[in-house]
């Protein structure tokens, strides 16, 4: 049975006004890395909608997910493009991405919520391991991060059709690592990732 978040951890820290932060987009060899921020202003408001770990949805409860949080919650996005994945590296670029977030909410939160095990240096907060699937906050910040990144990547396959980012997103899937080695990279690839620097080294030395 898949676990459905709630406000449990929230009601916990007796704060207010309270942010959960996650990030979509730390995989693929293109494409930004996106933050959410989302603050439920009343945490007695009546949900009927499926909110939990992202990756746990389907497509279409991610979309319904999607258009009430976006109605009924005070949120935010924010991203690290691949050029700054590139300097940063991953990781300081999902940190520093959902600082970008987090800044850009209408309303500074009182603390906040990060999925996984850092709380980013400019964020007062705590981190909370596997809280995409703990609390509804960061739950529903999964949601509007990958959707977010998802419609993105939708909009560059447009552009750049070879690559299949529509339907794998700049994940490492066959057919995309097969369009790398057959058309090379764009300026949306993630140069330090494994296979988008094995393309520029053979195309180097070739």
């Known amino acids: 049975m898949i676990p459905i978040a709630d406000f449990s951890i929230e009601n916990e820290t007796g ?3 309270i942010a959960g932060v996650d990030e979509a987009g730390r995989g693929p060899l293109c494409g930004p890395v996106v933050a959410a921020a989302v603050i439920f202003p009343n945490r ?3 949900i009927p909608v499926v909110i939990r770990d992202s ?6 409860q991610r979309a319904v997910a999607y258009d009430w949080i976006t ?3 005070i949120w935010a996005t924010g991203q690290c493009s691949p050029a700054e994945i590139d300097e940063l590296n991953i990781l300081w670029a999902s940190m520093r991405a959902m600082e970008r977030a987090v800044a ?3 309303r500074a939160p009182e603390i906040c919520l990060i999925d996984g095990n850092r709380v980013p240096k400019n964020l007062q907060g705590m981190a909370v391991i596997r809280g995409d699937a703990k609390s ?4 529903a910040a999964s949601i509007i991060a990958k959707e977010t990144r998802d419609k993105i990547m939708q909009d560059l396959s447009v552009r750049f ?3 299949g980012w529509n339907k794998n997103a700049g994940y490492p899937t066959a057919e995309h690592l097969t369009a790398i080695e057959k058309y090379g990279i764009t ?6 990732f494994g296979p988008v620097k094995n393309a520029l080294e053979t195309c180097e030395n070739s």
Do not use: Q, V
């Open 15 to 17: 704060a207010g006004f």
């Open 44 to 46: 007695d408001i009546e």
């Open 55 to 60: 990756k746990k949805m389907s497509a279409h």
């Open 71 to 73: 109605k009924n919650t």
């Open 104 to 106: 850009s909410l209408s």
């Open 136 to 139: 509804i906050s960061i739950a």
């Open 161 to 163: 059709p070879k690559y």
């Open 187 to 192: 300026k949306y690839h993630r140069k330090t």
